[in-house]
């Protein structure tokens, strides 16, 4: 068994100058940090991460558990992931990526005790992956929301976001509003949380209007964007105005709406709500956003996870953040009949 | 010390189906995998990562140093990221997300033992992290090179991409060709070794066609792009045609150039590189790309590293793939004067 006086003679140093290099106590020159590390490597000393594991039970490593990210990755997507990595790594925590989904390997993973805790993305209304957790008594963290409202989460406040959007709206005359949001390939009621959320957030808010609801849900592509656009013009040619939550389709909207004769925003206003402000100015004209509190969120679950691990939470968190909104150039007046 | 006899009498079932489940070597009924899930956790028994760790010196945990990703998400970076994910998973190792760049922390990180190896991005000409690693003896890969040829590394081959660029445009008679590339901000010779690489493959290029080169670079953003537009117009307005090396800059380029009267691809063409398929078509026109093999870079990143681990290769490897050419609507013809 290699000690830390082993790697302090190999070095050239006191005991206590490689302590602090090995725990970030204290600055320690480069030049003597470069020895002692190479000390480490040379002796195959692992004492920290793996030794105190052993000792505690405790990795100190957390896993995000991530739908498919490689395929289409989403902006707003990784800006969750890198707030979590961040926030993980400010509280001495390191954040592990599983790009898994599989319920055989989640097991293998969760079998394995490589992580104290598990954060969750892309949360469906009903989530296999949730009641697996539950079963294995691994503490977890979600990032969205199943149907129960009991278990610790973090998520966009979609009520207040919607309803915004709507006040926004109604501020420029528009009274017949259409939402655009997404479809997915995932069977009815294993949908994400957000798309139900978001729905119910539409109807409650245009319910005072007395207009009958549009809804369209469509790929987060540009093809989805542009069938959603036709779909608005062929089934709800008097909608003025459209809040899309699906930052996927959102060129695919106003290239198809153009297409198709409708201006924007002379003649269609757009909201594009949960995504990232860069997106809205890439697209021309530059949309009106509500930005999603990505980065915030993903530090706050991963606190979320952390306080239950160091058991300084009395009940599960519950955090609700609504998208700010940004004004750019898709939202203009209601166009008069 | 709790054994494996210890949770499969916990749940109630054979030792044999524990290692199934642990080792992820056969299938389990899920009602007993999530019984036995449950002991483990019950009974705190972490023996799979944990004690191999300490039995071998291994952790099978990798580490992504990233550069900051979290204010600024690019659709390419993300590619690498997730694609080195899924290579490491599919070899039966984790990465970890380090979002570190500061040499104390990283210098802690190393000492800690936590992971086997490193794979390094935003990799610059001369990298003071490659120093520390070399110094470290922690076994790494680059996403990226420096200045030196000798390290194992995977990255863009950006001679072939710049050069079929050039060719594409020369077939739409284009012979004025400028070159969009990416200020940042660091100091001369720690600039990221793609933006020298990128400049010498242009240079290399254009110069059969006896034109003095055109060379800006600008901030990856939508004004550092109209800025391009700007400074194109003034200093560089005999050309035709524009490589694009900054995707974060596309967008503001076809809005600057719009706006000053030169309509892509009827007045100018642009070919955007090194990005995705997915932001081109965003843009209007949608843009002619050069697409990044960033999924297969990321998962070659993580396989060069494996293969030093387990000690299965013989040299350092060295792949350059070039990024693929994806037509849109923004190469035309190159106007007659």
Redesign the interface.
Known sequence: MVTMRDVAERANVSIATVSF????SK??A?ET??R???A???L????????R??AS?R?R?LALLHP??????N?TV??F???A??GA?ERGY???????ND???M??L?????VDGVLLMEVRISDPRVE?LL????PFALIGRTEKDDLPYVDIDFAATIELAVAHLRSFGHERIALVTQRTKAQAGHEPGRIMRVESAYLDAIAPLGAPPAIVAVEG??AGGREAASVLGADFPGSTAVILVNE?A???L??GSRALGRRVPEDLSIISAAT?R??G????PALTVMAAPA?QL?RLAADALIDQLEGVQDAPPHVLIPCALEPGQSVGPAPVD
Do not use: C, F
């Open positions: 290099v090995i725990n970030g600055r320690v480069p940090r470069a002692i590390e190479a480490i490597q040379e195959n000393y692992r004492r920290n991460v793996v030794a594991a052993l039970s990795t490593i498919d990210l490689e395929s289409r990755p902006a990784i800006q992931v890198m707030g990595a961040h790594r390191d954040l592990v990526l599983w790009p898994v319920d055989e390997q097991s293998h969760l079998a394995g005790g490589l697996r079963a294995s008594g691994v592509t540009s996927g959102s060129a695919g106003v290239k990232t860069e997106l100015e890439m697209i021309e980065p993903g």
